[in-house]
């Protein structure tokens, strides 16, 4: 499967963003899917997740409240809804999807697709 993230840019503090990952190949819904996020310096961490079906999800504490993943199968395409950005979110934001594994994983090696980054910069 090939993903394609996008919707970065630069906002400020308080602002949204809507990122968003279209994919193609394989059966999408095949697919957990994933967005982590890699700051200069800093290894990638896990954001956020969602099921196969989109039913379940799963929270970094530290976006938790404040971001909302989701899916739309039809459409090939995953999305995170930012809201209440801070300047600590600023990040290069990767999509990744995980075509082999029962349940969500947070660590990145379980994931085996990846798209390229979209940059998200949070101005104070």
Do not use: H
């Amino acid at each position: 499967v090939q993903l394609q993230a996008s919707g970065g840019g630069l906002v400020q503090a308080g602002d949204s963003l809507r990122l968003s990952c279209a994919a193609s190949g394989r059966t999408y819904s095949d697919y957990l899917m994933g967005w982590f996020r890699q700051a200069p310096g800093k290894e990638r961490e896990f954001v956020a997740g969602i099921s196969r079906s989109g039913g379940s999800t799963s929270y970094a504490d530290s976006v938790k409240g404040r971001f909302t993943i989701s899916r739309d199968n039809a459409k090939n395409t995953v999305y995170l809804q930012m809201d209440s950005l801070k300047p600590e979110d600023t990040a290069a934001y990767y999509c990744a999807a995980d075509s082999t594994r029962r349940y969500l994983s947070r660590t990145y090696s379980a994931y085996n697709y990846w798209g390229q980054g979209t940059l998200v910069t949070v101005s104070s």
